[in-house]
């Protein structure tokens, strides 16, 4: 089975027809919502480092607050730039963790 490395793709519209807003925030499989430890703490989480990591951006915050809760399958697609970019939540090791950037003519999977 392939990985979709491409989440909402449909959602993003095209290049020449974006749809929606600039960054889309999600996860890949399933949500945090769907475990033990529900969607509610990284909600606050990323609240908290969205005004912390400011520098950084709203993203970075999203991954970290995510990280922070075990949500290892958290990602986020940038519209706003060209080419556009997937991010996907890696863990490293059970404190290390980085963010993998893949352009768009690097996505792979389906549109499903």
């Known amino acids: 089975m392939v990985r979709n490395l491409a989440p909402g793709r449909k959602w993003i519209g095209t290049p020449t027809n974006p749809t929606g807003p600039k960054f889309f925030l999600g996860y890949e499989w399933q949500a ?3 475990k033990t430890y ?3 703490n990284v909600l606050d989480k990323w609240f908290d480092y969205w005004d912390f ?3 950084y951006g709203f993203v970075y ?3 970290q607050a995510n990280f922070d809760n075990l949500a290892d399958n958290a990602s986020a697609i940038d519209v706003s730039v060209t080419p556009r970019v997937a991010y996907h939540l890696k863990r490293l090791g059970f404190m290390t963790w980085q963010i993998e ?9 389906t549109d499903n």
């Open 32 to 34: 945090p919502g769907d």
């Open 38 to 40: 529900g969607s509610i």
């Open 53 to 55: 990591y400011q520098y």
């Open 61 to 63: 915050a999203w991954m």
């Open 101 to 109: 950037a893949v352009t768009e003519d690097k996505w792979v999977g």
